[in-house]
């Protein structure tokens, strides 16, 4: 399944709990990517495996300090911009602490 984001130069969108940062603008078709410290060029000619499973090309001009990433994975994989991401793990984090905390009560007799 495939997926387009407009991301800002050094700035990540996550695939799972992974981040992919945009490191640099080469044109509007060439950009490269850092995925777990390895660096990928990424151009509107083909699609390079960035993660296994997980397929990056260029979709063309963005404005100024943007890329057109357009990612193919397959529907398991979770693909999110920085700030869905970061909103998910503080949730996920508060339903963790308020369960254990309301948990506690449900043990005691």
Same mark, same amino acid.
């Given at each position: 399944?495939? =997926?387009? =984001?407009?991301?800002?130069?050094?700035?990540? !969108?996550?695939?799972? /709990?992974?981040?992919?940062? $945009? &490191? %640099? $603008?080469?044109?509007?078709?060439?950009?490269?990517? /850092?995925?777990? @410290? @390895?660096?990928?060029?990424?151009?509107?000619? %083909? !699609?390079?495996?960035?993660?296994?499973?997980?397929?990056? /090309?260029?979709?063309? /001009?963005?404005? %100024?300090?943007?890329? @057109?990433?357009?990612? +193919?994975?397959?529907?398991? +994989?979770?693909?999110? &911009? %920085?700030?869905?991401? &970061?909103? &998910?793990?503080?949730?996920?984090?508060?339903?963790?602490?308020?369960?254990?905390?309301?948990?506690?009560?449900?043990?005691? @007799?």
């Amino acid at each position: 399944m495939g =997926l387009i =984001l407009c991301v800002k130069i050094g700035k990540p !969108f996550f695939v799972d /709990s992974c981040a992919v940062f $945009i &490191r %640099e $603008i080469i044109s509007p078709t060439h950009f490269t990517v /850092s995925v777990n @410290k @390895k660096v990928f060029d990424i151009t509107a000619e %083909e !699609f390079v495996e960035i993660l296994p499973n997980v397929q990056a /090309s260029c979709g063309g /001009s963005c404005p %100024e300090d943007f890329v @057109k990433v357009v990612l +193919v994975a397959p529907p398991k +994989v979770i693909i999110t &911009r %920085e700030c869905i991401y &970061r909103e &998910r793990k503080k949730a996920a984090k508060v339903a963790i602490t308020n369960q254990a905390l309301h948990g506690s009560h449900l043990i005691q @007799k």
